[in-house]
């Protein structure tokens, strides 16, 4: 029976740290979204440092993720994008969205 509690706990310590690490890495991509949205103007450059920034956080955004518009003097950026977690039997997809809009300048 303590083997089996033991057992548990550990699965549950492991999910709990793959998530919170999943969680906080998405939390700062989020937060980079709304400040790069905000300063930079140019699509081109906008993707090209949202997919380094991804890339720096280990989390796999694809250009396609990317959806940037203009309306309206409003320079908008919107990320969707899936996280798998990695939980060595089950590997569920987490689903994210980060935006962030800007005045056209």
């Given amino acids: 029976m303590r ?4 057992m548990f706990a550990l699965a ?3 999910f709990l740290i ?7 890495y998405t939390s700062e991509f989020n937060h980079f ?7 930079t103007q140019q699509k081109g450059q906008l993707k090209g440092a949202l997919l380094n ?8 955004v694809k250009e396609a993720d990317i959806n940037i518009t203009t309306r309206d003097g409003v320079f908008s950026v919107v ?3 899936r996280v798998p977690l990695d939980l060595l039997i089950y590997r569920p997809e987490l689903e994210f969205r ?5 005045l056209v300048q």
């Fill in 53 to 60: 920034r991804a890339r720096d956080y280990s989390l796999p």
């Fill in 79 to 81: 990320v969707n994008y």
């Fill in 3 to 6: 083997g089996l509690k033991l």
């Fill in 98 to 102: 980060a935006s962030g809009a800007g």
């Fill in 12 to 14: 549950g310590l492991l």
């Fill in 33 to 39: 979204v709304t400040l790069e949205a905000q300063r």
């Fill in 18 to 24: 793959r998530y919170v690490v999943v969680c906080y």
